[in-house]
């Protein structure tokens, strides 16, 4: 499911359970534009700590078992480092008016809960190109929340049409 209208909905459906439950359920958020982003990636420093982590362990030499260990070692490091931001590896970013929410996304079953909501007004965004991929910081000034996420504009990507969406309506010339 990468199509924006679905992802739009995913979105929609979160957000109005939200504010459906918040003290002004009359509030009205309208989802703009949607799509899948990653966390950014952990340092090179952790990712290195991870490598090393799993260059100690017993592989007998075989390659196979080597790059595997590297593997899980890399995704560990990328999940607990998302989890410590309180976000996720893998988020739908929606877009309204007046917030940015950071819902969590799990391939095949989709999204269950807003991780994160930086309003709009409040929120400094900064794309930064690398390849066909867009990383972008938003600090949110109300709350000191600093958060980096990446997108891909990749015309193969089935997630790039959702992608372009969010980053056209971010990325506002100031």
Do not use: C
């Amino acid at each position: 499911m990468a199509k924006p209208a679905e992802l739009i909905a995913a979105a929609t459906t979160v957000i109005d359970a939200a504010v459906a439950a918040s003290p002004d359920p009359t509030a009205e958020e309208t989802v703009l534009a949607a799509g899948i982003f990653g966390h950014a990636l952990p340092s090179n420093a952790e990712m290195a700590v991870a490598g090393a982590a799993a260059d100690s362990l017993p592989h007998g030499g075989n390659g196979l078992i080597e790059a595997v260990e590297n593997v899980t070692a890399m995704a560990a490091v990328r999940a607990m480092d998302a989890e410590r931001d309180g976000l996720a590896v893998r988020m739908l970013v929606a877009v309204t008016a007046t917030n940015i929410h950071l819902l969590d996304w799990q391939t095949g079953s989709g999204t269950t809960r807003i991780l994160r909501s930086l309003g709009r007004v409040s929120t400094d965004v900064t794309i930064k190109k690398l390849g066909l991929s867009r990383r972008v910081e938003l600090l949110d000034h109300a709350t000191g929340t600093d958060v980096h996420i990446v997108g891909t504009t990749a015309a193969f990507s089935p997630e790039a049409a959702g992608d372009k969406a969010v980053l056209d309506l971010l990325d506002v010339p100031g």
